[in-house]
């Protein structure tokens, strides 16, 4: 009887185990000339990205945001939608070490383009 008690004793302890993370947030900063509209992450090498939720349009020329975000990886893949529909895709970028991302200016090129960083 009183093996349930203990197990019970100790459940509540490890709900706070599990509440204990905190959050992990990342600082954009976009260096590009087109204002970023949209992000999304994905752990490294996934193909599953989510959105992630921006304050309003990130402006170029150096405007900077933090937003959260909803993975505990620390190894993801971001992916920036800009206004003109460009796309720019950051791989492999350690956001556990580095808590910012500077965006860098797109190249020139079309909309179908994707351009990619990969960090190492």
């Given amino acids: ?23 992990r947030y990342l600082e954009l900063v976009n260096h590009a000339q087109q204002s970023l509209v949209s992000l999304q992450v994905a752990a490294h090498g996934e193909a599953a990205y989510s959105p992630l939720l921006l304050e309003g349009p ?29 796309v720019m895709r950051y791989e492999n970028v350690n956001v556990c070490r580095y808590g910012k991302v500077r965006i860098r200016p797109l190249g020139a090129g079309t909309e179908d383009t994707e351009y990619v960083v990969r960090m190492k």
């Fill in 58 to 86: 990130l402006r170029g020329g150096g405007e900077s945001q933090i937003v959260p975000l909803q993975t505990q990886a620390c190894r993801c893949d971001l992916r920036f939608g800009f206004a003109d529909g460009r």
């Fill in 1 to 23: 009887m009183r093996l349930p008690a203990l197990l019970l004793s100790l459940l509540p302890t490890a709900t706070f185990a599990i509440q204990a993370e905190p959050p």
